[in-house]
């Protein structure tokens, strides 16, 4: 399947007569416009690509279940709006990710590491929008307001993990698929909770979205799995945020380099 065949494929699974496709072959990406709500977003068709070789049918499936929950959430902003009962959460992006909306507001960005940035976003049920400075007035809050309540509510969040061991090493996955699983990485007291039943190094992953890989890694080889495992969650996640990994240590995150493993393995104070 081609960008073209792809363009097509899409807009028999979202017949709408509101909508108006622009197919731009030079950038390889579709402007999908809604004519009511004057309203729209740009698709980028190389990384659905990518997913359709991988999972065929299902891919198309969830990007188009993606679009549909953009533009009934926008429905509802130009219907009802915003209020501060609104339930707001963090979300995980990475540097590159864009820093103003489509129509050129500011999003409210908290620096993080200098792999990933935190974005905030209103809650909607079945999807979110990232908060930018032009709702600011209708939600009732402040940048600090907004940051400290994300901050609040990313801690009520279940923290339920499946388990594997690979090699002597064990890596543990938080997915819960409501679309804040990397935002875990927040909640500080989960984190301290975990790092007190590690043998090993503890290593913290967010290849994208819809997962928390923590690691438990007690030797060499589990640094090696680790990078795998990491790319490949990166690569197949519908929303990618970084494949390196991190280091973590009395509360601190620092980028590890899987070269800098046995480095990492010297370090005074670290477990053994």
């Not at 960005?109 to 940035?117: G, P, R």
């Not at 795998?228 to 009395?250: C, K, N, R, W």
Request: aromatic residues 10%.
């Amino acid at each position: 399947m081609n960008s073209a065949q792809l363009v097509d494929v899409l807009k028999e699974h979202l017949p709408s007569e509101h909508f108006q496709w622009r197919f731009d072959r030079k950038t390889d990406k579709v402007r999908l416009e809604h004519s009511v709500l004057k309203k729209g977003m740009d698709i980028s068709l190389p990384e659905i690509l990518v997913k359709y070789e991988q999972k065929k049918d299902a891919a198309i499936k969830e990007i188009v279940y993606t679009i549909n929950e953009t533009f009934k959430a926008m429905e509802k902003e130009q219907s009802v709006g915003f209020s501060a009962d609104t339930v707001i959460y963090p979300v995980i992006r990475s540097t590159s990710f864009p820093k103003e909306s489509s129509a050129g507001h500011r999003f409210v960005v908290k620096e993080h590491t200098a792999e990933t940035l935190i974005y905030y976003a209103l809650d909607l049920g079945t999807t979110y929008r990232l908060i930018d400075e032009s709702m600011l007035d209708s939600i009732g809050l402040s940048e600090l307001e907004i940051m400290e309540s994300a901050l609040f509510r990313v801690r009520a969040l279940p923290t339920a993990m499946k388990q594997d061991e690979v090699s002597g090493n064990i890596y543990y996955f938080v997915n819960n698929n409501d679309g804040y699983d990397a935002s875990r990485i927040l909640n500080s007291g989960f984190l301290k909770e975990m790092e007190a039943k590690i043998e090993g190094h503890m290593t913290l992953s967010v290849p994208h979205q819809d997962v928390l890989i923590i690691g438990d890694i007690r030797n060499d080889t589990g640094y090696d799995v680790l990078a795998q495992m990491a790319m490949h969650f990166f690569t197949t996640g519908a929303v990618p945020v970084t494949s390196l990994s991190f280091i973590y240590e009395d509360g601190k995150l620092e980028p590890i380099f899987i070269m800098a493993k046995n480095r990492l393995a010297r370090r005074d104070g670290k477990k053994k």
